[in-house]
């Protein structure tokens, strides 16, 4: 499985830049600030990345929960969250972001965007894949929604948005972009780097289950795609920052 090789090298060379990062250390028993921080850092990668790697189908102490045709994409759901708490260690912290760009931009989405941006995917596959979310995101379903009667048939993006996403999160930047989406029907600017982030969004305010797309098959295409992006940002970015450390 691609996204899983791709984890699993990323995190390999996570540990190799913490190691870096030691040899180099004038006194690698008192680093500087800068030089704990860049360990602790890839060391935080590292760890995650493996463990989302290494991680297998959810076991539940419940036949129901084990026979549910659901039980695959909420696995993925998870090894989604190990994956972005990887991310998120490297592209929190200034002394990372600064090895691929020395200005690092104050927002969580422009963060992740310069280590997608850097990380030279290959950008066929990545077009290929946001073309089927896209499509995904496009397909109607019947759902309800704040001043819509039941049953209205309403493009799953703009169910997820105004249905499952709480009204705070609706009016920051992400939400303002699904929201031209959906008045325009273009998604273009609804690119990878956004997606994947409207992916933690969503996961972590508890918005993004199968019932929300209405359709089992298409749930889990959407979120074997998003988790193999992440995977390959994540694979090209650790062979970028080795060599910057």
């Known amino acids: 499985m691609p996204t899983l090789k791709n984890l699993e ?11 870096q990062v030691t040899t180099k250390c004038s006194d690698p028993e008192n680093p500087t600030a800068p030089e704990s921080e860049l360990r602790i850092a890839f060391g935080i990668a590292s760890d995650w990345s493996r463990r989302a790697a290494a ?18 994409s909420v696995s993925e759901m998870i090894r989604f969250g190990l994956s972005w708490s990887a991310m998120n260690a490297l592209f929190s912290r200034n002394s990372v972001v600064t090895l691929l760009n020395p200005k690092p931009p104050t927002s969580e989405l422009d963060r992740f965007r ?23 995101l496009a397909t109607p379903t019947l759902s309800a929604i704040p001043g819509k009667p039941p049953g209205t048939s309403l493009p799953i993006l703009q169910v997820l948005h105004e249905k499952y996403t709480p009204p705070q999160y609706q009016k920051m930047s992400a939400g303002k972009l699904i929201t031209a989406a959906v008045g325009s029907g273009n998604y273009s600017k609804l690119d990878l780097p956004v997606l994947i982030y409207l992916m933690r969004n969503w996961s972590v305010h508890g918005g993004l289950l199968g019932s929300s797309f209405r359709s089992v098959p298409s749930f889990n295409l959407y ?3 998003i988790s193999r992006a992440l995977s390959e940002v994540h694979a090209c970015v ?3 920052l080795r060599t910057k450390v």
């Open 9 to 19: 090298s990323a995190g390999k060379l996570y540990g190799d830049c913490a190691k």
């Open 238 to 240: 650790a062979s970028v």
């Open 55 to 72: 991680m297998r189908p959810i076991d539940y102490d419940s036949n129901l929960m084990n026979k549910s045709p659901k039980k695959h």
């Open 223 to 225: 979120i074997n795609t």
């Open 114 to 136: 310069v280590f997608y941006n850097m990380s030279g995917v290959d950008p066929a596959m990545m077009s290929g894949m946001l073309t089927n979310l896209h499509n995904i």
